[in-house]
């Protein structure tokens, strides 16, 4: 069991950072896309999606 409040297998872990991708993609050009590049939305997505996927 990792630190997701539920038991989870990598399909799951997969699908959910899947649309922590997509969220987090729409959130920063709705609202700091003027600021940051959508490269840094990316890169951030990316990291959180291997800590899910590893430690999820």
Known sequence: M??????????DRIFISVVLFVAIHLLWMRFLEHYLNLLVATVISVVLAFFIIKKG
């Open 2 to 11: 990792g630190f997701l409040p539920m038991p989870t297998r990598i399909g």
